[in-house]
């Protein structure tokens, strides 16, 4: 076998062996209710649960707020669907929260008390034994604050803890037949308002119009970062290209524009997860080190 052969074979390997652990984990309860967000990750956690217990003991739940982005939630029934799954909708109140409006780099946290406790309280009224959402094990290296929310909670990371990576999540993905596998991560839009100024539904709605503008463009990959009176634009290196076309900037300067912007920019230095979030000492002094969900 050629190295690059044998490099596949070990992968796929691998691969396979996460994937007995994630479900090894999920056949500990008879009955779980998954958190369904709509994107890929917790899309492949929902398959593994229906593959570890059936579809029967499975029922999948998407918080909606006004920071769920766009698509999310059609994604997520389309995902139920595909796997026969019953699958409903919590109203969730993150906004009433001083502390996720203060947005004071402890903002997830809040939003996961949020939605978990949500969840778990669904749980205990249907008879469900545990909840479980799809975090992943590069979740663990960035700054993601909603994990100690899930550690206290009790809210388990089948995928995290057996060790799955975003890429092995999407050929998971693929293997599953999900139309997803290829969606890019699409994170709650108050993750596009800096750390220190307030969310509000008015600074959401302007996110929220101004990236529908640009996805009706054909931009696939982008974010549209708040900063006041300023539309800031990270673009992939195709949305980089794209924008490069008089016409295409124009309507896409008039259209951030007309979602309550005064300016809009496009940065230099392209698209990047998570480039408002926090540095890490600083999430340490306000919510304390995450500890593993499943512990």
Known sequence: ?????????????????KKKVALAALQEHARWVVALSGGVDSAVLLALAVEAVGADNVLAVTGASESLGEGDLDDAREV????????????????DRDGYRANLGDRCYHCRCELFDALLALALRRGFD??????IQDDLEEDRPGMKAASERRVLAPLRD?????AEVRELAEQAGLRLKDKPASPCLSSRIPVGMEVTEERLDQVRR????LRSLGFRQFRVRHHGEVARLELDPEGQRLIEDPSVRSRVAAGVRAS??????????????????PGPAALSQRIGPARSGGQ
Do not use: I, Q
């Open 130 to 135: 545990a909840v479980a959402y799809g975090a």
């Open 260 to 277: 309550g912007f005064r300016f809009v920019t496009v940065d230099l230095d392209g698209y990047r997860s998570g480039s408002l979030n």
């Open 1 to 17: 076998m050629e190295p690059a052969e044998r490099g596949v074979a070990e992968d796929h390997a691998n691969l396979t062996d």
């Open 162 to 166: 057996a060790g799955l990576r975003k």
């Open 80 to 95: 139920a669907g595909r796997l026969a799954v019953r699958h409903e909708v919590v109203e969730t109140r993150e906004m």
């Open 210 to 213: 101004a990236e529908s503008v």
